[in-house]
């Protein structure tokens, strides 16, 4: 519920004999889970009263200590600065006393970049109204019936520089969760730059919080990492022109000793898949600012009179129940309210990628052979990867030139496909849209299609540039030929690559003035692609790939249900990604697969069940060649595969437990999948490394109905919720690298 009331505090000025009154107008946004509350003063400064957990009724403005210090503006000017520098604001602004990180900042035509975003109004809509900006053709974001959400848009205006803010709320009714954004409108006469539009700040009370952020590199993505808040500003961020496998759009902020049950967690994501910035600023010990939106660095965007700017979507999370509560608000969420696809509560098909099969070595001969094979297993699709296209046999051409290299599949894809469907099969295809090879037909066309500087040498990567998606021309020729495949065979799946950061940021479409623009342009440029392709066949099953998790964010969910996680498809080094993964993206989302051994990344080997069972946490498919594995492998897919679809449902609805940690013990890994009405559980036990000497490794239970019976099909034993949760269960193994499931069954009430 979202609601607006008056209050009064009365204080004395310095000097002054009478009591002084400021009245306030304060906003709340309240549900069962969570209240958030503003105030609006007098002058329309809009401050932040409170963000947690759900409060009483009461009047909050107390929090704001106004009747003490001497700070309000309006009866006592002289102080301005004071005020402005020490209250919790709801959207700051730069060059007007507030010396802490800003959301706000504009470069106006005199070259000034103070501004002053004051209230003016405020509206409160059912539902949730879609992220628009005029010219661009879809901005990715949670969405919610009329009944589902309401939401609060908050108008703030900057009289000198002709500007308007709308500062929009979203409060989803059954979700601990709040969703904002802001939309800029230049209502003035002359041109304005924004040089920093953060999409959210929340202030919160003291510094004494630990900050969460997942972090890595290719094939290493979202490790966790959890550090005290110090003094001063600590970030995470992107300069890559993607969300990256370095940082993801995420951070949170925690109370010390939270863990997986306990503690309260605020948590913060951007909708995002380009530079971001999520940061928190602890100043005087007594106050932690947190923001989080598109990178200002090197972010400057013209906002010619009568034009608008839409900010990406921070989605806020708050738990007190841990992090393991943090998580599943977050997969509810995103399965819910952001994933759009029309596969997102389907069972998606079982597939098998020839990537570490064949590499770029194969030919139709070959992959009907892997197809033939993995449908006699129960494997129901099969995906081509890199190499079909062009004279593609090493990565070092072709990208760009999106035409059936008929050396390797002779007649184009139909006879293939034709003959894969015929198996009972699918059929899937790999693309990297937004690349173009130093060594192509359309580079050597249209050279400058591709991001540059002119005059510059460019860099490549993997020997390839990156297309100016800022420009629709490329766009549409892209499509045409992306279009051309999807309509020549029964293609019913896209992993969509994307496999460099941008370089040479230039565009040779944009004018002069707009070419810091490219940046946020690029990624409009990418969304407008991925919306119209599955507007277009709204059937296709998309997975988005970026190296691996290299673009693993909430705005890529929007369009595709299932991202690819990462290309380490070692099942330990899995252990870590995928746990990292779990805090804010659902199973149903993560892409893994089953590889072979030694593998490819590490040489490592691990038993097939274990590597089963790993991908079982996953969208759950093969990535090896099945014609070539062991017989004993190949003879244990068609358990893998019934073990699928027995528990899909359970992994992709449930509510996921975490109960190991392999940043903090690297001898086990195990997890839980709990029903929604907790009739069922599936836990899984990854035993790292086996110790001699030691006895079982004791898991406790969690999620279960403390009140009822479960029967364990491995252990025989039935026992409570109760017992389950506080005895727990032993589930010792011998080696290393094993990994075992139980099943629970609760008992008829
Ligand atoms: C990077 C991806 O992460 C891999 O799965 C594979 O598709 C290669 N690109 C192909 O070039």
Not at 64 to 77: A, I, K
């Amino acid at each position: 519920m979202i609601r607006e009331e008056q209050t009064t505090i009365g204080f004395h000025v310095w000097g002054a004999e009478k009591l002084s009154e400021e009245k306030l107008t304060v906003l709340r946004l309240d549900n069962d889970g969570i209240t958030y509350a503003m105030a609006v003063t007098e002058e329309g400064y809009l401050l932040h009263v409170y963000y947690g957990k759900r409060c009483g009724d009461d009047d909050l403005t107390y929090l704001l200590h106004l009747d003490e210090g001497n700070y309000t503006p309006q009866h006592h000017n002289r102080e301005r600065m004071g005020f402005m520098d020490s209250r919790p604001f709801e959207y700051p602004c730069h060059g007007i006393g507030d010396f802490r990180e800003p959301c706000f900042m504009i470069l106006d035509g005199d070259g000034m970049s103070a501004c002053d975003l004051r209230y003016k109004s405020h509206r409160i809509v059912s539902g949730k109204p879609e992220l628009k900006q005029k010219g661009v053709s879809c901005i990715p974001a949670t969405f919610a019936k009329e009944d589902e959400a309401e939401t609060l848009i908050i108008t703030m205006e900057d009289e000198h520089a002709g500007l308007t803010a709308e500062l929009s709320y979203t409060i989803f009714r059954d979700r601990n969760v709040i969703t904002r954004a802001v939309k800029v409108y230049n209502r003035g006469y002359g041109d304005v730059r924004l040089q920093r539009v953060l999409s959210a700040c929340v202030e919160l009370p003291g510094m004494d919080y630990e900050m969460i952020t997942l972090n890595g590199n290719w094939a290493r993505e979202c490790a966790v990492s959890r550090v005290p808040l110090h003094a001063g500003k600590q970030l995470t961020d992107s300069l890559r022109g993607v969300s990256s496998a370095q940082h993801n759009p995420f951070m949170a902020l925690c109370t010390p000793g939270t863990d997986e049950e306990h503690g309260e967690v605020y948590a913060f994501h951007l909708v995002y898949s380009g530079n971001f910035l999520a940061e928190a600023e602890v100043t005087g010990g007594k106050q932690t600012r947190t923001v989080i939106g598109i990178n200002p660095y090197d972010f400057s965007w013209l906002l010619r009179p009568e034009e608008e700017f839409q900010t990406p979507e921070a989605v806020l999370v708050y738990s007190e129940e841990g992090l393991g509560g943090m998580s599943r608000m977050f997969h509810d969420l995103y399965r819910s309210h952001l994933i759009r696809s029309y596969w997102k509560d389907r069972e998606r098909p079982i597939l098998i990628n020839n990537w570490e099969a064949t590499y770029f070595n194969f030919d139709q001969d070959k992959l009907y052979a892997i197809a033939e094979e993995a449908s006699k297993l129960g494997i129901e699709m099969l995906v081509m990867d890199d190499g079909w296209f062009g004279c593609r046999n090493f990565d070092d051409n072709s990208l760009g030139d999106w035409v059936v290299n008929e050396e390797k599949l002779k007649g184009g894809l139909k006879p293939l496909t034709d003959r894969i469907n015929a198996l009972g099969m699918k059929f899937g295809i790999w693309f990297e849209p937004e690349m173009v090879s130093d060594n192509s037909e359309l580079y050597r066309a249209h050279p400058e299609w591709a991001i540059q500087i002119i005059g510059r040498d460019l860099t490549q990567a993997r020997a390839q540039y990156v297309l100016d998606y800022s420009n629709a021309e490329v766009r549409d020729y892209v499509y045409g030929m992306l279009t051309n495949i999807l309509n020549s065979a029964n293609i019913e799946y896209v992993k969509w690559d994307m496999n460099r950061a941008l370089t040479e940021v230039g565009s040779t479409s944009l004018p002069r003035k707009r070419q810091r623009e490219l940046w946020h342009r690029y990624v409009l440029g990418v969304y407008d692609l991925m919306n119209r392709l599955t507007t277009d066949y709204p059937k296709l099953l998309l997975e988005n790939c970026s190296s691996g998790g290299g673009r693993f964010d909430p705005a890529m969910l929007y369009f595709s249900p299932q991202i690819w996680a990462s290309d380490d498809t070692d099942a330990i080094e899995r252990l870590k990604i995928q746990y990292g993964t779990s805090y804010c993206y659902p199973v149903s989302a993560m892409g893994a697969h089953v590889s072979d051994c030694p593998n490819h990344l590490l040489g490592r080997n691990t038993p097939f069940d274990t590597r089963g069972d790993v991908a079982l946490v996953g969208t759950f498919g093969y990535e090896l060649d099945v014609t070539k594995i062991p017989a004993e492998d190949r003879a244990k897919i068609p358990g893998q595969v019934a073990k699928y679809h027995r528990f899909h449902k359970l992994m992709s609805d449930g509510d996921q437990y975490r109960l190991g940690n392999l940043f903090k013990d690297n001898t086990y890994d195990a997890w839980m999948f709990v029903s929604k009405d907790k009739s069922e559980a599936l836990l899984t036990y990854v035993q790292v490394l086996g110790k001699p000497s030691e006895p079982a490794k004791r898991l406790y239970l969690r999620g279960l109905d403390a009140d009822r019976k479960y029967f364990c099909e491995e252990t025989g034993q039935t026992l409570s919720g109760k017992t389950l949760a506080a005895c727990g269960i032993d589930v010792g193994l011998r080696g290393d690298f094993v990994s075992k499931t139980f099943y629970f069954k609760a008992e008829e009430a």
